[in-house]
């Protein structure tokens, strides 16, 4: 069942909401004569009006038992903001110029995490638009963008929205982002969209006003639950399942990444997630190709992304928040919340291994046992990350890695990630060592909200001991340090980390042991005592093995036991790379003991294949 008002060949515009406990429902729509139309109710719940003559542009709201006023939950279209009558949009109209894109498959993604209204000064898809051929150039092949459904206000995050199929005004709107999709196919770049279906934001939801879509069964951080397996539950899976299939048909977006799906509680027979990636499955055979499902989780759950078969919800992928943790607590020795559970090299050396650190292991953090063994899990399941929207913005000041470790620290994690056999995801600016921070921002309009804002960040800071006062997220200047500082790529130091990112990703697609993500052939030890890592891949003929010093000081590290000629093909401590000068020899034909910079990593290929 399509909710909202939806367009069909012939012109007819049908009109679709769901408010099962209402007694009467009625239309109103301006076209742009004001017109009140009874709606006729189906035995689900389902009220319906179908008109002629309906332009595109025609502004439409709701009335409830001739009490209520309100907009449409399924509304496309919010350009007054969520307080306001709800727009037609005519999704015929919009001229397409991607017939010939096929979906890039999951094992060859390089993502790249951005926000809409910080990535440039204009804050709109449009603009990102001129920033696609450097990031193609940089090897990016797929931009996933923060939320972009309709939330209050014009500065957000994107996880208080609450219209989910309405496209954020302010960044241009339903069209804006056809415009943007469509660019990015016909120079080769995916769009992944970041998609809520764990709560509605605080502000302008009127979602109770229809129908029960939460329930009181389970509680989240945010509230009271999506209603997905209670008493009139299947409306609410049909809205959220539409939702996806709606974003993949109407803006020819390439895949979904589900946020925090550890807050989507069903214990119905068929999990939510498993009939999502069920309908999105029999989408893709229909459009002949492939759509993608990627869960954001921090449940380290190997039946996320397990097939139906073995009892899985068959999601495409999922997240490894463990490398991130890994990674970030070696280099800055933070121990607080959740990184107390990491800091040590055996825990970046199982996570490299297995994709989780955590299976079934005792998390100090949580005090309990935490994760499942991922081993047996093709690699290419896992994004990872050495920073992303949450890692940085979620610290009181917003503080990138940039601006907390060294300039070899930041080369040292990109390899990590890079060279990882998983899916990289870049988050916008690492790739330069943007300096600006990543702050929470919002725009509420209600000052009992905003004031309930400042409050709550205030406590869960202290929570966490961070001395002094977070940055108001309400004010607009918090909102302003945000923007990138695009033009510093191709400046000094900047430039050089761009261009080791550039090298990374061309090493990574050029060498087959590195390009196929496989379990098999991939080696890793750690040498606790020397903070450092020796890794080896291997594919069919082609072998690499690469060194991380995690150390600050010089490390003594002796090469594989494995013959032939080995090349040198990276090396961070390099003066080209800004390096204080390698001591690395350029080729290998024995095993020996070599000599890491601190915070420095290696690359070697063997030549004799």
């Not at 035995?43 to 907009?71: F, H, I, N, T």
């Not at 990636?277 to 759509?291: D, I, L, P, T, Y």
């Not at 919340?337 to 970046?348: A, R, T």
């Not at 090493?507 to 390009?515: H, S």
Request: contains cysteine; glycine residues 8%; proline residues 5%.
């Amino acid at each position: 069942m399509r909710v909202g008002a939806n367009y069909w060949d012939d012109g007819r515009c049908e009109f679709t909401v769901w408010a099962p406990q209402r007694q009467q429902v009625t239309l109103q729509v301006w076209t742009p004569e004001e017109h009140f139309v009874p709606m006729e109710k189906d035995r689900e719940g389902y009220w319906c009006a179908v008109l002629m003559d309906v332009p595109a542009g025609s502004r439409y709201q709701y009335q409830l038992d001739a009490e209520l006023s309100r907009p449409d939950p399924a509304s496309h279209y919010q350009p007054e903001g969520v307080h306001q009558p709800s727009v037609v949009v005519n999704h015929h109209l919009f001229h397409w110029h991607d017939s010939h894109w096929n979906s890039i498959p999951l094992e060859d993604l390089i993502i790249y995490e951005l926000h809409v209204g910080t990535f440039t000064p204009e804050g709109t898809f449009e603009a990102i638009i001129d920033r696609i051929p450097q990031l193609l150039e940089l090897g990016i092949n797929a931009i996933e963008l923060m939320p972009v459904s309709q939330f209050p206000g014009s500065r957000n995050w994107g996880y208080d929205g609450v219209y989910l199929y309405g496209v954020q005004a302010s960044y241009g709107g339903p069209e804006g982002l056809k415009y943007l999709v469509d660019a990015c196919h016909q120079q080769g770049m995916a769009v992944i969209m970041d998609v809520v279906y764990n709560h509605f934001g605080p502000e302008g939801n009127y979602t109770s006003d229809f129908g029960p879509y939460f329930t009181g069964k389970y509680n989240t951080p945010w509230g009271k639950a999506i209603n997905f397996d209670d008493a009139h539950s299947p409306a609410v899976r049909n809205f959220f399942i539409e939702n996806a299939l709606y974003w993949l048909r109407e803006y020819h977006i390439d895949a979904l990444r589900l946020d925090a799906i550890h807050a989507i509680y069903d214990f119905g027979a068929r999990h939510i997630l498993a009939e999502l990636a069920h309908e999105v499955e029999s989408f893709s055979q229909q459009q002949g190709r492939k759509f993608l499902l990627i869960a954001e989780s921090d449940l380290n759950d190997v039946r996320v992304i397990h097939p139906r078969e073995k009892g899985g919800h068959s999601i495409d992928a999922q997240w490894s928040d463990d490398l991130h943790h890994s990674v970030h607590t070696l280099l800055t020795g933070e121990n607080n919340g959740y990184y107390q559970d990491f800091g040590e090299c055996y825990h970046l050396e199982k996570v490299l291994r297995e994709g989780f650190t955590y299976s079934w292991n005792y998390s100090t953090d949580r005090k309990r046992y935490h994760g499942s063994y991922a081993g047996d899990c093709p690699p290419s399941q896992f994004v990872v990350c050495s920073q992303n929207h949450d890692q940085v913005g979620n610290r009181m000041l917003g503080e990138r890695l940039t601006t907390l470790v060294s300039f070899e620290a930041l080369k040292l994690a990109a390899a990590t990630v890079i060279l990882s056999p998983y899916i990289p995801m870049l988050f916008m600016g690492e790739e330069y060592g943007e300096e600006a921070p990543f702050l929470y921002f919002i725009s509420h309009t209600d000052p009992g909200l905003v004031e309930a804002v400042r409050k709550g960040r205030k406590a869960e800071f202290e929570a966490f001991h961070a001395v002094g006062e977070p940055p108001d997220a309400q004010s607009l200047g918090t909102f302003k340090q945000c923007i990138l500082n695009w033009q510093k790529r191709t400046q000094g130091k900047h430039q050089v980390l761009w261009n080791l990112y550039q090298k990374l990703i061309q090493l990574r697609r050029q060498i087959p042991a590195l390009k196929q993500l496989q379990r098999e052939g991939f080696v890793v030890e750690s040498i606790e005592s020397e903070k450092t890592f020796i890794v080896q891949r291997r594919y069919q003929q082609s072998h690499v093995f690469y060194l991380l010093n995690y150390s600050d000081q010089n490390a003594m590290v002796e090469t594989p036991a494995v013959s032939g000629t080995w090349h040198k093909q990276l090396d961070s401590s390099e003066t080209q790379w800004m390096g204080d000068g390698s001591s690395l020899p350029e080729t290998l034909t024995a095993p020996q003991k070599l000599t890491l910079s601190p915070q420095s990593f290696g690359l070697y290929e063997k030549a004799d294949h």
